[in-house]
């Protein structure tokens, strides 16, 4: 039991070190692109049923906002090269305002009802998911909540909630985002061990080309050398058959030499 309880630690302390080493300004394409998509819907489709549907509060401002929000990330993703140096940035902030922001305004506004509680807890998972750096992600979730319980008291919105309801939803709002990191953390260690495996493909790969490349090349050094000997001993031929011609032309003179004496 121990030895679990130390091999949990230093998962959750590994974690946690791999995490906040996660560049919050590298977003997921596909997180952005989807989610700007769902949120420019969502919000009109979500205003109708919980107002007529469901017949509870919320703000067709902060509906039509979060639309908003959507649209200026879709026109930045399209525009890529004009905005790319924004979009993370303003990721950043669509995910703080429709998330945690806009959750908890709505909580508050129907003074916790069950669907926002719920909703509560998605909002966590997928502000996890979006944000896999564990020490921005709670800064987000928790700033989010009180912008959202400061611009209700503002508008002087009427809501109770006391110590007793927060002891009753912590529990539920901690096992969610405990959850959230576990999931990511299998992801995180998943996506390692991809890169692992490409890595090492990678390697293989490369040994296996240079093997082949060696090949041919010990065939081509290999030729080259019997080549030259082949060269040599052509060259050798070559200067034995002048030597024996000129020794043929040096005894054929030589008569006529001893004549003229």
């Known amino acids: 039991m121990l030895n679990?309880?130390?091999?949990?630690?230093?998962?959750?302390?590994?974690?946690?070190?791999?995490?906040?080493?996660?560049?919050?300004?590298?977003?997921n394409k596909y997180h952005v692109y989807t989610f700007g998509w769902v949120a420019l819907f969502a919000h009109p489709i979500f205003y109708l049923l919980c107002v007529y549907l469901n017949h509870l509060a919320d703000s067709i401002y902060l509906r039509g906002f979060g639309s908003l929000t959507a649209a200026t990330l879709l026109v930045m993703i399209y525009n890529k090269k004009i905005f790319e140096k924004y979009i993370a940035?303003?990721?950043?902030?669509?995910?703080?305002y429709n998330l945690p922001f806009f959750f908890t305004f709505n909580l508050l506004n129907t003074n916790f009802s069950d669907i926002w509680l719920m909703a509560q807890e998605l909002m966590i998972c997928v502000v996890t998911i979006f944000i896999a750096n564990i020490a921005i992600s709670s800064i987000i979730i928790l700033l989010g909540c009180s912008l959202a319980a400061l611009t209700t008291k503002l508008l002087g919105i009427p809501y109770g909630y006391d110590l007793h309801?927060?002891?009753?939803?912590?529990?539920?709002?901690?096992?969610?985002?405990?959850?959230?990191?576990?999931?990511?953390?299998?992801?995180?260690?998943?996506?390692?061990?991809?890169?692992?495996?490409?890595?090492?493909?990678?390697?293989?790969?490369?040994?296996?080309?240079?093997?082949?490349?060696?090949?041919?090349?010990?065939?081509?050094?290999?030729?080259?050398?019997n080549n030259k000997e082949v060269t040599n001993e052509i060259v050798a031929e070559?200067?034995?058959?002048?030597?024996?011609?000129?020794?043929?032309?040096?005894?054929?003179?030589?008569?006529?030499?001893?004549?003229?004496?």
Not at 89 to 96: A, D, L, T
Request: aromatic share 12%; glycine share 0%.
């Open 4 to 27: 679990l309880l130390k091999n949990f630690i230093s998962n959750v302390t590994s974690y946690c070190k791999e995490s906040s080493k996660i560049n919050v300004l590298h977003y």
């Open 89 to 96: 940035y303003y990721w950043i902030f669509m995910v703080s």
């Open 165 to 225: 309801l927060f002891i009753n939803h912590l529990p539920i709002y901690l096992l969610a985002l405990v959850t959230a990191h576990i999931f990511a953390y299998a992801s995180l260690i998943g996506q390692r061990d991809q890169l692992e495996e490409k890595i090492e493909a990678l390697h293989i790969l490369a040994a296996t080309i240079a093997h082949e490349m060696r090949n041919p090349f010990m065939a081509i050094q290999l030729a080259a050398k």
């Open 238 to 261: 070559l200067n034995n058959f002048n030597d024996s011609k000129h020794n043929q032309t040096s005894l054929k003179k030589s008569p006529t030499t001893a004549k003229k004496f």
